[in-house]
């Protein structure tokens, strides 16, 4: 991109000129090694997620979302067919391919083709995978898919400004802090300022490097546990 000036010689932004929409995500399959990322179906998933997220005893994962706990499968299964079947936001669940169990959820969301920018939200990962290579794995695939193969320009996250294990995570997995938007909305009857954060293209070939390189079974012990953190490795690539 080259920076352009107005007949003032003022700066006016990068020059665009050759780029396209990107296309919107489709209902397609992804896997990796330790997991796979499917659009959800809620005859096939929601029996395993509602088990997963029971596992959650305090249901602590819930505190910032706009909605759940779920008391019964029942309601749980309402929920996903009023929320989780539509094209924006784009539901997936994360299958543990070592149980071939569905554990967790996160969405694509506010996409937005033309501009090229797209966030990633709902996320919901039960105990059952909570600080795992599945849970990492599963964010990564989510991203590679966007800059890899859908072209996107921007990848967002945003969370309550509160929510201090979201933030944590978007920054482990080298997401840039862009600001908070007070009052930005409301939910469960609170007030939630907004954290924002991203990653843009540019950035995205350091990141994949370094994502690679921790999910490599060189980077973990015979106990499972990693030699090398994700953000040193960020560091270095």
Known sequence: MQPLQ???GQPIGETLENWHPAPRPSRVLTEG???RIEPIDVDRHSADL????LTDKENRNWT???????ETEADFRTWMTDTCVGDDPLFHCVVDLATGKAVGVASYLRIEPAVGVIEVGHINFSPLVQRTRVATEAMYLMMRRVFNDLGYRRYEWKCDALNAPSRRAAERLGFQF??????ATMYKTRNRDTAWYSII????????RAFAAWLDEENFASDGQQKTKLGALIKRS
């Open 6 to 8: 107005n007949h003032l």
């Open 33 to 35: 090694r330790f997991c």
């Open 50 to 53: 509602f088990a997963a997220f």
């Open 64 to 70: 910032y979302l706009p909605y759940g706990p779920f």
């Open 178 to 183: 862009e600001g908070v938007f007070r009052q």
């Open 201 to 208: 293209d540019s950035e995205w070939p350091t990141l994949d």
